[in-house]
């Protein structure tokens, strides 16, 4: 949701087992958060992130599954 004042819920789903990253980017490409790095089931998931100490601004959220 956009925008965000505190605490947003994402969902993502995953094909297969595997190492997965997540993480927040800025504007710039710079990763302000690591949400998670490790294995992970296949399956259908959510996460938050508490964006109250992010700074006003556009930010993405990049979900790396076994290297893509």
């Known amino acids: 949701p956009n925008p ?5 819920y994402f969902n993502y789903e995953i094909n297969e087992t595997s190492h997965a990253s997540i993480y927040l980017i800025n504007e710039l490409g710079q990763i302000v ?3 998670y790095d490790g294995a992970i089931a296949k399956g259908i998931h959510e996460f ?4 109250q100490n992010l700074s006003n ?6 979900v790396n599954a076994n290297g893509s």
Do not use: E, F, Q
Not at 48 to 51: C, D, E, Y
Not at 57 to 62: A, E, L, M, S
């Open 48 to 51: 938050s992130i508490n964006a």
């Open 33 to 35: 958060a690591n949400i």
């Open 57 to 62: 601004g556009v930010y993405t959220i990049v």
């Open 4 to 8: 965000v004042s505190s605490i947003s």
